[in-house]
């Protein structure tokens, strides 16, 4: 969030890390020098294994987990619903007196990484300067590998007690933890944990789901925050006809309204849908959910109040709040925060033309809209017609494409204690706030069971260390360091709930 955040620099070299003892968690050193080499290294495997979605062929990493996981003695169950589109889902057994499940969500597809920008193969795994480097690394093998990591720590408990893992009760778990690594999460889910969701839900049900992204540490001001996304925005994908009036490229019109001209003396399709991409693309005024009031005012809270009173500022609208991003946050928190302020609008496809002589008579323009939870498709609606213009509505015919609607777990209640307890105990500077995300997760998915799903994955980053850039990014990497401190978080959370 401030420049200590994510690093101006060149954003190689080891990290400066956070002077934070590794937690325990109740489990000797030894026992955390081993899970964290397997960790490590079987992060590695997961990144060589290449998941790029699409076509995804998770299969072959549901395979591998499927063989991991046998290795501890815990039975899996991998399904392909669709050729090459694997996911697997394995269970260990608490007594069954502590209520429903807890489910480790996670899945196994990455996004492509095109070259030109990494200095690692990205799908080689390659441990350098302290970090994992590859697809996958922070979005989201590193994870997996970790929930992977946490269910054989949990089962070779049950082997030293001379019981099965197969069968019989994890010793002190009253609840069941269930592993969930998906297919095709990266594409909306559909072929993965839409999938098991609409075909098998009792497969994933549970009392809450840990997930992506949130419970990594920010630096800001020299405090440690530890964000944990409760909320995910929706999305609404429209498609937006603009109609125009076929002509002779020799004999254009008059620039059109962004240009100073008239909306009626321009007739063409492109100059008219970049007037409305252009309406559309621009900041509105914050809408700030609970769960944003609470994050703003807990970041607030615990900087100095100087940048307390700038942090306060950025749920205001116009020019002041802009000053107040820019003179708190780097540009891709910047970006962010603005994001997780309001609904927002991003005109990212323009299919137009077909000669360099003749004025184009219609245009195909695709808008994402990112909507904050308590928004419907008929607000997205009124609020697109608001922004196109009475003058321009009439040559634009929008089509809702995709719904996904946002989502929301509580901010209290057993679950997020227990996340922000561990977080304390294992980094008493620490302080959890809840969070919202500005993307999609499979929370969408397990939202339709009713299971409140946390983004939820612990890192610790120092000041240094970079981390939204790196999501879908090029040289996405995470350190050994971070993952170090993660596991012990991890395990401790399914210990406190399920014990
Ligand atoms: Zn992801």
Redesign the pocket.
Known sequence: MTEEASGAGTGRGPAASPAVARPSAGLDAATWDRAHDELVAGLRDLIRIRTVNPPGDEIVAARHLESVLADAGIPSTVVEPFPGRGSIVARLRGDGTGGAPLLLLS?LDVVPAPEGGWTHDPFAGDLDDGYVWGRGAV??KGMVAMEVAVMRLLAAEVRAAGRDPASDPVPGLTRDVIFAATAD?EAGGVHGAGWIVQRHPDWLAAAGALN?CGGVAVTVAGTRLWPIQVAEKGFAIYDLEVRGRWGHGSMPGDGGPGAGGTVDGEANALLRAGEVARRLAATGAPRLTPVMERFLEGVAAAVPPEIGAGIRRLAGDGPAAEAALAAVCTDAYRRALRSMLRTTFSPDVLQVGTRHNVIPGVAALTVDVRVVPGTTPDDVARELRARIGDDLAAHVTPTLRLWGAPVEAPADGELWDVMASAIRAADPDGVPLPAMATWA?DAKHTAKLGIPTYGFSPLLLGPDDQFLTLFHGDDERVSVEALRFGLPVLYDVVRRFCG
């Open positions: 899945h979005d989201m999460e992506e997760t």
